[in-house]
């Protein structure tokens, strides 16, 4: 944090500021200018920073936070990639990973179809809703526990992991113990109660990002989970709103290499709730692998006309099969390849 003081600002207010910091448990070191005199806080010390409360010392022009409030997530304190693994999904190591399914689990023979179809596709996790955050209290809302069984009965088939969203801290041991990846929803980023609890979880968790978060509020959110000694969160990029209303979301592929360069945790992108129209999901998919992207969750449907939510979205299995081809040519040119463990070598 730096302090800078206002042009002409007398000894007193600067050694006011220099006193505060000492008083916080840190070190001064100020430069004082021909006309403007700044002062550096550094070190360490138990005590919080509340950099506002520098403000308020006289002459204090403005006041900068220059280290990332983010520590457990960032890439400067663990600098090598984080892998989080679920069954065969190893998200944040060399090859890319493909998450796909419903939005939501209709029936017990639907689920297992699509499993044995993305998985034949080249996925390595089933997503797919229990519980439905919508928008419409009147909307399917998802089938709960039954959906779970249904889903941990398609993982037993198929080896694939189940990734599915909770929503509700009380349901949280329940729904661990059928999935392999608590997805957090967008409208749940900064729920922090149920961020701490599956933090206690300790399960795997796929946080997807608010639709109005910036990437700090991402990785403040991931904070809450690591913070509970939980090393296992997946960030994921899914879409913002903006002013465009061409599509459902405004894909934010920057966000892609920034988070990666910011934070050491693997990111999926989600091109489904991104654009939210199938005829561009392909697209999308590439230009997030390409940038960097460690992975995709893709909604697939094999009616997508007739599906109870998200069907505008959904990929039929061929034009998912097409997507798996796409993505991996685009792999195979980045050099991100299968690990040397994984293919057996
Ligand atoms: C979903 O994955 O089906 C979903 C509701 O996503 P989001 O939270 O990103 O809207
Ligand atoms: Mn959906």
Not at 52 to 57: C, K, P, S, T, V
Not at 254 to 280: M, Q, R, T
Not at 286 to 300: C, K, N, Y
Request: one cysteine or more; proline letters at 5%.
């Amino acid at each position: 944090m730096i302090v800078i003081m206002r042009p002409g600002a007398p000894k007193e207010s600067i050694d006011a500021v220099i006193e505060a910091i000492e008083a916080d448990g840190y070190k001064a070191k100020p430069i004082y200018g021909e006309e403007r005199t700044i002062v550096g806080l550094v070190g360490e010390s138990p005590n919080p920073l509340r950099e506002e409360n520098y403000a308020f010392i006289n002459d204090v022009e403005t006041v900068v936070r220059i280290s990332a409030p983010y520590k457990l997530a960032n890439r400067a304190f663990h600098p090598h990639d984080t892998v989080v693994t679920a069954q065969n999904m190893r998200m944040g190591g060399q090859s890319i990973q493909i998450i796909a399914g419903p939005c939501s689990v209709e029936d017990r023979e639907m689920i297992i179809e699509i499993a044995h179809a993305v998985k034949e596709a080249g996925a390595v996790a089933l997503r797919g809703g229990a519980f439905k955050p919508r928008t419409s209290p009147y909307s399917f809302q998802g089938h709960g526990e039954k959906a779970l069984k249904w889903m941990a009965e398609a993982r037993e088939q198929t080896g694939l992991a189940i990734v599915t969203e909770i929503m509700d801290t009380e349901l949280v041991p329940m729904v661990a113990d059928y999935a392999d990846v608590l997805q957090i929803g967008a409208r749940n980023m900064q729920n922090f109660a149920l961020l701490r609890a599956v933090g206690r979880s300790k399960k795997p968790v796929l946080l997807k990002r608010g639709m109005a978060s910036t990437v700090q509020d991402l990785l403040m959110a991931a904070e809450y989970i690591l913070s509970e000694d939980n090393p296992n969160v997946i960030l994921c990029e899914r879409g913002i709103r903006t002013f465009e209303t061409a599509t459902r979301n405004t894909s934010d592929i920057n966000a892609i290499p920034v988070l990666k360069e910011l934070s050491h945790l693997p990111v999926v992108f989600d091109p489904s709730h991104a654009v939210g129209k199938w005829e561009y999901v392909e697209a999308l998919s590439r230009a997030g692998i390409a940038a960097g992207a460690d992975g995709l969750i893709v909604e697939v449907h094999p009616h997508p006309g007739k599906a109870l939510s998200d069907g505008r979205q959904s990929l039929t299995y061929n034009r998912f099969e097409s997507l798996v081809e796409q993505v991996n040519a685009i792999a195979n040119l980045l050099g991100r390849v299968e690990d040397v463990q994984l293919a057996g070598i």
